[in-house]
């Protein structure tokens, strides 16, 4: 005997329909979870600002937009400039390499040194610290203040790199 099948309803179809769309609209959605930063492959990966090939991780910075793309700078300086240029592109997060050990630290927490005489890549002067005492260390050496990312960025955007 053969058991006959049951029609869709509207309500299934609906139903079906709707998960379809949601499953949809999640895979376009906004990243969510804690940013990571990228990968940086040095003497390969370009700058984004100048098209430099970043090569001195203790000046690597990235930031991830929220669109999902990974831009990657062979400095902070040149980061904060490209950004400053292209206010546009929206952030979600903002890494920057910690001068002494070279990881990746959150850019907005990190510290801040401005002087024409710390030769980053493109001569923007910037060098970024997670530590704060770290970066007055070498702020004395250069006589110059240790500034906060918001000071950094300003700071850059009129045009006092390498002060």
């Given at each position: 005997m ?13 139903l079906?329909?709707?998960l ?7 895979a376009?959605?906004?990243?969510t979870g804690e940013?990571k930063?990228?990968?940086?492959v040095?003497?390969r ?11 001195d991780a ?9 669109d ?14 490209y ?16 001068y002494d ?12 040194v401005?002087a024409?005489?710390i ?5 923007t ?5 997670a530590?704060?005492a770290n ?13 906060t990312?918001?000071?950094?960025f ?5 045009g006092k790199?390498?002060?």
């Amino acid at each position: 005997m053969r058991k006959s099948q049951l029609p869709i309803t509207n309500y299934q179809l609906l139903l079906g329909l709707s998960l379809l769309i949601a499953l949809f609209l999640s895979a376009c959605a906004q990243p969510t979870g804690e940013p990571k930063p990228p990968d940086i492959v040095y003497n390969r990966d370009m700058c984004e600002a100048c098209g430099m090939i970043i090569s001195d991780a203790r000046f690597a910075a990235a930031t991830l937009t929220t669109d999902g793309r990974s831009l990657k700078f062979d400095d902070a300086g040149e980061m904060f400039g490209y950004h400053a240029r292209n206010s546009q592109v929206q952030v979600r997060a903002w890494f920057v390499h910690d001068y002494d050990s070279q990881k990746w630290i959150n850019g907005k927490d990190a510290f801040y040194v401005i002087a024409r005489d710390i030769k980053s890549p493109m001569g923007t002067g910037v060098a970024t610290f997670a530590e704060r005492a770290n970066a007055e260390t070498l702020a004395k050496r250069f006589n110059v203040n240790v500034l906060t990312f918001d000071q950094a960025f300003t700071a850059i955007k009129e045009g006092k790199s390498g002060m």
